[in-house]
Nanobody, 121 residues
């Protein structure tokens, strides 16, 4: 079992930045792909970004390309999501996820509880 804990969410004005962190514990593996998802009120969960176990391959949904950056530190079992130029439509609960595969596109098997990000206009 893998336990994921997100942190770094909060309130920010449009144009601002936040950095989310996801700490993994339990039966973690540095060869696991990781991802970030978000769920806005009244909407379905959406894939935001993913990263391969090596950190070489990254993937982003179109709406965040050029603004968000996913990265990882395998020595710390932590994955990050740097979010710049935030927009009100980025408001959501952000969840990190861990895959049993090495890829950053899943499938994802373990999920964190999420951290709230609120962007005001």
């Amino acid at each position: 079992q893998v336990h994921l804990v997100e942190s770094g969410g909060g309130w920010v004005q449009a144009g601002g930045s936040l950095r989310l962190s996801c700490a993994a514990s339990g039966r973690t593996s540095s060869t696991s792909g990781m991802g970030w998802f978000r769920r806005a009120p009244g909407k379905e969960r959406e894939f935001v970004a993913g990263i391969s176990w090596s950190g070489v391959d990254t993937h982003y949904t179109q709406s965040v390309k050029g603004r968000f950056t996913i990265s990882r530190d395998n020595a710390k079992n932590t994955v990050y999501l740097q979010m710049n130029s935030l927009k009100p439509e980025d408001t959501a609960v952000y969840h990190c996820a861990c895959s049993k595969t090495q890829y950053g596109l899943g499938p994802f098997d373990y999920w964190g509880q999420g951290t709230q990000v609120t962007v005001s206009s």
